[in-house]
């Protein structure tokens, strides 16, 4: 049964939601055709890339995604408390970054002339401002037009480079609202294992386009960059030359940077960037990597595997059944339809929609207790 947007989509409401998209007839026009021969994983870093141009202009955080050969996968926070912080001139400049009148040579928005901002806000039937001040602020917290500028890009300029016309997505974007942290935990690890789930990658720091990956990455080249100062003021690194170690510096924390686009896990990892926006959980980013890094190794069925004691805390913590959380990251898509969260959370959000139950709430039950 199809159920309208807005009855799946909470508008005005920081929330959190699952979406996906996959390509038409699910063919792998994001990877490498085995029966074509052709390799499209270039287009991979088109949608990491839009996703992250995207994550500038909208009131939007992205806190996982994973791109695949034939659909792509993003975890999204709205933030519309933070789209009404903003000021006019400042909806005007962010939806002209996202639907620019005049680019340069490589596809970036040029600088507004005067005048072109205030074309913006004004009202295309009444001229008034005001009315279209408060539409485009929805809009910048607006699943739907954040999906929209994502998959329409890509889509236009994949069928510019194969010459040719008509739909590269099979549908519009499926959706399910996560509704509290052990939800939100839950899907991040299926979100940033599912190139191992589909035999792509053997570990999270081998999954290419993926969260898992930039923000180990990242935790990598921290811990690096930290030993290298460390050897260098105990005058360890002397022999060097100064302009050779200033370089790899300098690629370090170029690498530290790789996970900054994306939500902080923990507040004690919140950056300037993401001042006042808060932390997608409640955990450290060592803590979720260890865990992602676990469960990566125990997807498979010949090492079930057992909880070590040093990870059980986190999924104490979380108030997370150990037994059962395997099964729920393996088949995440499977067991949740439209909410995932505690049973007490799907039960009232059911409630809130005028319905009797959501599929999932016997594995909301099992999973997270």
């Known amino acids: 049964m199809v159920i309208a947007r ?11 939601y699952h979406v996906w998209s996959r390509c038409v007839r699910k063919a792998w026009l994001l990877g490498k055709d085995f029966d074509s021969g052709r390799d499209l994983t270039h287009r991979k870093a088109w949608v990491k890339n839009q996703l992250i141009h995207l994550s500038e202009s909208f009131c939007i955080e992205v806190a996982g995604y994973a791109v695949m050969s034939n659909h792509h996968h993003e975890i999204l926070r709205t933030r519309p408390d933070l789209a009404c912080e903003l000021t006019p001139d400042q909806i005007a400049r962010r939806w002209w970054e996202l639907f620019p009148k005049r680019r340069d040579r490589f596809g970036n928005a040029k600088e507004p002339r005067e005048g072109e901002l205030d074309q913006i806000l004004a009202d295309p039937k009444t001229g008034d401002p005001l009315g279209r001040v408060e539409e485009l602020r929805k809009r910048l917290a607006s699943i739907s037009w954040f999906m929209r500028c994502l998959n329409e890009h890509i889509a236009r300029k994949a069928n510019a480079e194969d010459g040719c016309t008509g739909r590269f997505w099979e549908g519009r974007f499926k959706c399910t609202e996560l509704l509290d942290s052990a939800s939100i935990l839950a899907c991040m690890v299926y979100v940033d294992l599912n190139p191992i789930h589909a035999d792509m990658a053997q570990t999270p720091e081998g999954s290419d386009f993926t969260s898992g990956q930039d923000r180990f990455k990242s935790a990598i080249a921290k811990e690096k960059l930290t030993k290298l100062r460390e050897a260098y003021q105990e005058e360890r690194l002397k022999k060097q030359r100064q302009e050779e170690i200033d370089q790899i510096i300098q690629q370090l924390q170029d690498q530290t940077q790789r996970d900054a686009w994306l939500a902080p896990l923990s507040k004690t990892s919140i950056d300037v960037a993401h001042l006042g926006t808060g932390s997608i959980l409640d955990i450290e980013a060592a803590d979720y990597l260890s865990l992602l890094d676990w469960t990566g190794r125990q997807s498979r069925e010949d090492k079930p595997g057992k909880i ?10 979380m108030e997370i059944e150990a037994e059962a959380w395997l099964e729920t990251v393996r088949r995440f898509d499977h067991l949740f339809h439209r909410v995932a969260g505690r049973l007490k959370a799907m039960v009232k959000a059911a409630k809130e929609r005028g319905r009797c139950w959501f599929k999932g709430t016997y594995a909301a039950k099992t999973s997270f207790g």
């Open 308 to 317: 070590p004691t040093d990870l059980a805390p986190i999924l104490v913590r």
């Open 6 to 16: 807005r009855h799946l989509i909470r508008e005005g409401f920081v929330s959190t």
